[in-house]
């Protein structure tokens, strides 16, 4: 089947009530039918659900659609986007292990990188995702694992997905890319020798700004070892919005079309314009990867980036002008949201860390929703106008 109709098609099988949509499995446990069922499911033996920490019906047909959405072998779903980040990386490294990553990743990626996991021994490397012919003399004796975003979070630049898979085989290590801006829509790095991807399902996923979660997905191997460790750590998605999200991946094709074919056309609007230093979009023909962005991509992508000319307070004003657009950090969701990365998701980051991946001070981050494209440009355009009165009348 193609995509849109396994999207919609794939879904557990009805129950004795003969329901056309499936229905949400909220409990906490499942009865067994005799003493021995219960044994051989705890030893493994048999598949079956125990106790929704470990699995549930609604959760498993959501990760079965994202397994066939991104050509994977096995999944699992967790209680969010950072919990399927973490969990993805503490289940397959140990004391003494190293990770190579890519210095372009989220905020909250980079404090797991460094500052929790050397608590336990485990060091990383950062790769600059520009430099591609450095990362090769950057893994040591101990790497265990490569960890990258594509596109990047929030710069939009890219890595070649190809030519990683082929880099990390060449070197018995584990390649996880976490693919949540491009979705399995656009991009399936598993095609290209990805063993773990990893998702936010918080963002282009669920779509609307309604829930929270993530998964992971890879070969069985791997998600074995993943999955022993999530059922003892917990981080366990509500069946709730397991079927929130299971249902999203319905419109999942139709939505990010529609995200695509909006930033797209701003993208081109505002390439160029007078109040800009720079726009950058990974369709966009003067972005440094347009080529690399068409091989491995569908499309361009719900986001894109510019800086405003001015600074950081001609970008503050331009925010503060915007009457349509959402001030939130969140992405992925039905109306346009803008974020300012160097005051809130990389505000951790020093500001020479926030220089190295291209975050300046009047960088702003716009993920592009599915109202009228003309009635987004007309609310950008009127606060770039305004932040200009307002900087001439501080000058």
Known sequence: MNFETQAIRTQNDNSLYR?????????????????????????DEIEGNIYTRYSN????????????MEGTED??????????MFSSIAALVESGDHILACRSVFGSTHQILTKILPKWGISHTYADINKPEEWENLIQKNTKMIFVETPSNPGLDLLDLEWLGKLANKHNLILNVDNCFATPYLQQPAKFGAHIVTHSATKFIDGQGRTIGGAILGSKELIQEIRFFARHSGPALSPFNGWLLSKSLETLAVRMEKHCENALKIAEYLDNHQELELVKY?????????????????????????????????????????KLLSLTPNLGDTRTTVTHPASTTHSKLTDEERLEVGIVPGLVRISVGLENVNDILEDIENALRASKIKEAELI
């Open 282 to 322: 990974p369709f966009l023909k003067s972005h440094p990867k347009y080529e690399l962005a068409k091989k491995q991509m569908k499309h361009g992508g719900g986001l894109l980036t510019f800086v405003v000319k001015g600074g950081l307070e001609r970008g503050r004003n331009f925010l503060d002008n915007l």
């Open 75 to 84: 999944g699992i779903a967790t209680a969010s986007g950072m919990a399927a």
């Open 19 to 43: 329901e056309h949509s499936t229905p949400i499995y909220m409990t906490s446990s499942f009865v067994f039918e005799n003493a021995e069922e219960a044994r051989a499911l705890f030893a």
């Open 57 to 68: 019906p609604t959760n498993n047909e959501f990760v079965e659609k994202l397994c066939l």
